[in-house]
């Protein structure tokens, strides 16, 4: 640069290096995250498929309780897909796991 000292210009190097780093590493942050959050709303539809199919289906329900309801849903050959997918009320829309219908 020249018309600064040597000590600010090494500043406002290190600034700019830190800045192009922050623009790569936030939006690869953020990504992770709403991969994480899909996931984890993915889980919750499995587990509301795997009630349904329990609840018409009496003799499936010694289905094994997995911590990815997905592969749990899968290993009896149960696939989640849109079409089939039942949308619950509003008020039924809470995750409590003590309700029993």
Same mark, same amino acid.
Request: hydrophobic content about 45%; some cysteine; overall charge positive.
């Given at each position: 640069?020249?018309?600064?000292?040597?000590?600010?210009?090494?500043?406002?190097?290190?600034?700019?290096?830190?800045?192009?780093?922050?623009?790569?590493?936030?939006?690869?942050?953020?990504?992770? /995250?709403?991969? !994480?959050? %899909?996931?984890?709303? #993915? +889980? $919750?539809?499995? =587990?509301?498929?795997?009630? /349904?199919?329990? !609840?018409? %289906?009496?003799?499936? #329900? +010694? $289905?094994?309780? =997995?911590?990815?309801?997905?592969?749990?849903?899968?290993?009896?050959?149960?696939?989640?897909?849109?079409?089939?997918?039942?949308?619950?009320?509003?008020?039924?829309?809470?995750?409590?796991?003590?309700?029993?219908?």
């Amino acid at each position: 640069m020249g018309f600064f000292r040597r000590e600010i210009e090494v500043t406002l190097k290190m600034l700019g290096v830190a800045l192009l780093v922050g623009l790569i590493v936030l939006p690869v942050a953020w990504g992770y /995250e709403q991969r !994480r959050q %899909a996931r984890t709303w #993915q +889980n $919750v539809a499995c =587990a509301y498929r795997i009630k /349904e199919v329990t !609840r018409t %289906a009496p003799f499936i #329900q +010694n $289905v094994e309780r =997995a911590p990815d309801a997905c592969t749990a849903l899968a290993r009896p050959g149960f696939q989640l897909s849109e079409t089939e997918f039942v949308p619950l009320p509003t008020a039924a829309a809470g995750l409590s796991s003590t309700r029993t219908r």
